[in-house]
T-cell receptor, first 112, second 114 residues
Framework: SQTIHQWPATLVQPVGSPLSLECTVE??????LYWYRQAAGRGLQLLFY??????ISSEVPQNLSASRPQDRQFILSSKKLLLSDSGFYLC???????????FGDGTRLSIL | AQKITQTQPGMFVQEKEAVTLDCTYD???????LFWYKQPSSGEMIFLIY??????QNATEGRYSLNFQKARKSANLVISASQLGDSAMYFC???????????FGQGTRLTINP
């Protein structure tokens, strides 16, 4: 069966510090991968998605970036965090377009 | 543009009762898919059920069923025989032909009372 791992579960970072969140998927190959952000009490907003190694599409302009160095690895990064980057970040995978997306447990990011 | 609307910010239901969570959607694309997710307080998003726009029958998964009314553009989630563990946020979402992403509604917080 397929599993998705996301870490860390919680993170507290100062403003201006860098960020690296990692997500890996097991049990499938060539998945579509996604990064979402969820503000408190709100729905999910898609940040990035990837349909293959090195292929990244950005949905929202921001100071975040994503990379996919391996087939089942998806990384969310920032060089300098802003207060507005606080939130709950979720990684997800799917078999392809139109298929259900399956989510990791999420990372709660607090910026001080 | 595609949009999902969930008009119930919160719902309170007695245990063992059935509950309907409302979802309406807006799209001009004839090919689309509708999803429901459950988000417990721990935060993970759990996929519950899927309905395709060309599906003739309403989707069912155990105690979950989707009341799909295409002409009204609604895709309500019905939970039968509610349990305390059903207490969570519930999100309706959609995708459409050519899209890679899901668009989510604002969610409904369901509380099951003993």
């Amino acid at each position: 069966s397929q599993t998705i791992h996301q870490w860390p579960a919680t993170l507290v970072q100062p403003v201006g510090s860098p960020l690296s969140l990692e997500c890996t998927v097991e049990g499938t190959s060539n998945p579509n991968l996604y990064w979402y952000r969820q503000a408190a009490g709100r729905g999910l907003q898609l940040l990035f998605y990837s349909v293959g190694i090195g292929q990244i599409s950005s949905e929202v302009p921001q100071n975040l970036s994503a990379s996919r160095p391996q087939d089942r690895q998806f990384i969310l990064s920032s060089k300098k965090l802003l207060l507005s980057d606080s939130g709950f970040y979720l990684c997800a995978w799917s078999r392809g377009r139109g298929q259900p997306q399956h989510f990791g447990d999420g990372t709660r990011l607090s910026i001080l | 543009a595609q949009k999902i609307t969930q008009t119930q910010p919160g719902m309170f239901v007695q245990e063992k009762e059935a509950v309907t969570l409302d979802c309406t959607y807006d799209t001009s694309d004839p090919s689309y898919g509708l999803f429901w997710y459950k988000q417990p307080s721990s935060g993970e998003m759990i996929f519950l059920i899927y309905q395709g726009s060309y599906d003739q029958q309403n989707a069912t998964e155990g105690r979950y069923s989707l009341n799909f009314q295409k002409a009204r553009k609604s895709a309500n989630l019905v939970i039968s025989a509610s349990q305390l563990g059903d207490s969570a946020m519930y999100f309706c979402a959609m995708t459409w032909a050519g899209a890679q992403k899901l668009v989510f509604g604002q969610g409904t917080r369901l509380t099951i009372n003993p």
